[in-house]
């Protein structure tokens, strides 16, 4: 079963800020946390990864508190491209990643 | 980011008949990768986990016998589909991870299988 929980769908205008909340509430001190994006039928794309605190690369921002239960990736300023399934996951070290539903972005102009 | 290939990227093929997919790390070594599965509007299904030089560790539900994986080398893994049937269409996707930068897994781009 997937360790995560996300919203099934958003809704989004070109140029807006979208911030995607992930819960998983029964992370491990081993988990890492990880973002990836899919298009259909595509491969998953790697977008983030953090373990705690604030990580940012050049697409996108990811945001973990403390308790690390929960964490937020953060798409600045979106674009019909980005119209995608965006998938949380928390995964140990050398450990498949268990996919759950993710969430659909749909960006609009 | 590390580059993952997957060769088909797409296969039609008879019921009955076999089918070898490729999973190539092109710019890295990946000892261990993963193939999933995924059917239309749903997420990706782990299927196996392959171990260069050693046995596959399949997922519950998934036959070892039908769905043969080979790790031949630390850049190659390969996933043949046995005696397809209609049913097996579907979108087969491999990753690897990167040892080097905490295990960050890179996905090849997938192969759609349709058996007729």
């Known amino acids: 079963l997937a360790k995560t929980t996300q919203p099934i769908s958003m809704d989004s205008y070109e140029g807006q800020e979208v911030n995607i909340t992930c819960s998983h509430n029964?992370?491990?001190?081993?988990?890492?946390i990880t973002w990836y994006q899919q298009f259909p039928s595509q491969g998953p794309r790697f977008i983030i990864q953090?373990?705690?605190t604030k990580v940012t690369n050049e697409v996108a921002s990811l945001f973990i508190p403390a308790d690390r239960k929960s964490s937020t990736l953060s798409l600045p300023r979106v674009s019909l491209s980005d119209t995608a399934v965006y998938y949380c996951?928390?995964?140990?070290?050398?450990?498949?990643?268990?996919f759950g539903k993710g969430t659909t972005l749909s960006v609009s102009s | 980011g590390a580059v993952v290939s997957q060769h088909p990227s797409r296969v039609i093929c008879k019921s009955g008949t076999s089918v070898k997919i490729e999973c190539r790390s092109l710019?890295?070594?990946?000892?261990?990768m993963f193939w999933y599965r995924q059917f239309p509007k749903q997420s990706l299904m782990l299927m196996a986990t392959?171990?260069?030089?050693?046995?596959?560790?399949?997922e519950q539900g998934v036959e070892k016998d039908k769905f043969l994986i080979n790790h031949a080398s630390l850049t190659l893994s390969t996933l043949t589909v046995t005696s397809a049937h209609p049913e097996d269409s579907s979108f087969y996707i491999c990753?690897?991870?990167?040892?080097?930068?905490?295990?960050?897994?890179?996905f090849g781009p997938g192969t759609r299988l349709t058996v007729l």
């Open positions: 990753s690897a991870p990167v040892t080097e930068s905490t295990d960050t897994q890179y």
């Open positions: 029964n992370i491990a001190t081993n988990d890492y």
């Open positions: 953090g373990y705690k």
């Open positions: 996951l928390v995964f140990q070290a050398g450990t498949a990643l268990i």
């Open positions: 710019d890295f070594q990946a000892t261990t």
């Open positions: 392959s171990n260069e030089g050693s046995k596959a560790t399949y």
